[in-house]
């Protein structure tokens, strides 16, 4: 991007426009977010506009925004999307920027990439789901500690504490995340989408509540166009699933 800190009012209701589109397309079934050019993915919110306001809130606004408001930059609260999300994240990938990637499933990191929680150095809080994401992601003690240090991190130890999955030489990045869409696009997504949405549902829930979510998000694949019995069916007939769905 042209600017690092792009994220401004209209942008964020561009990104929360863009996640709908992508959860209620039929026609698609995985997403990669990326930055322009190589170098950021996102840095987060523009602080430009934030100087002028945007961040200030009255309280009346207050309580409008906090049912309403799917989060300051456009794209957290109540998109719920169980199709799979990867971030090819192309340099810095900072504050805002590193709560986009959270929200992904899968996170690829350019050789180069950097990441931190860099409003800590101007009193802005993380309002777009960095404090619920990113421990479930590294853990609540690494975790804690960038968040209260502000520190900016290289990829190799982003990869070491398991905040990316994989590391990419830099002309590689977008390559590497297109052929993991493709692979994963190969495969019938009814199981892929019940199973995530089972896992995301479970989160924060007693053990015996997490399985009943499981077992409901199972029972409904076979009351699918493509139930699992063609998968079980090709596999002992030695053929190819014939899915006339995708496997939904």
Known sequence: PRVLNCVDSETADLLADAWRTFRDDDDAFVAVITGAGDKAFCTGADLKQAAEGWLDITEDRFRVQLQNLEGFLGYTLGLDIYKPMIAAINGYCLAGGLEIACMCDIRLAADHA???????????????????????????????????????????????????????????????????????????????????????????????????????????????????????????????????????
């Open 114 to 248: 950097q990441f931190g929680i860099l409003n800590r150095r101007w009193n802005i809080g993380l309002g777009d789901g960095g404090t619920q994401r990113l421990w479930r992601i590294v853990g609540l003690g690494r975790a804690l500690e960038l968040i209260i240090t502000g520190r900016l991190i290289d990829v190799d130890e982003a990869l070491r504490i398991g905040l990316v999955n994989e590391v990419v030489p830099k002309d590689g990045l977008i390559a590497r995340a297109s052929q993991l869409a493709e692979q994963i696009c190969q495969f019938p997504q009814g199981a892929i989408r019940s199973d995530k949405e089972a896992l995301i549902r479970g989160i924060g829930r007693p053990l015996a509540e997490g399985l009943q979510i499981e077992a409901e998000t199972f029972r409904t694949l076979a009351f699918r166009g493509d139930s699992p019995t063609e998968g079980a069916r090709s596999f002992i007939e030695k053929r190819r699933p014939q899915w006339k769905r995708h496997g939904l």
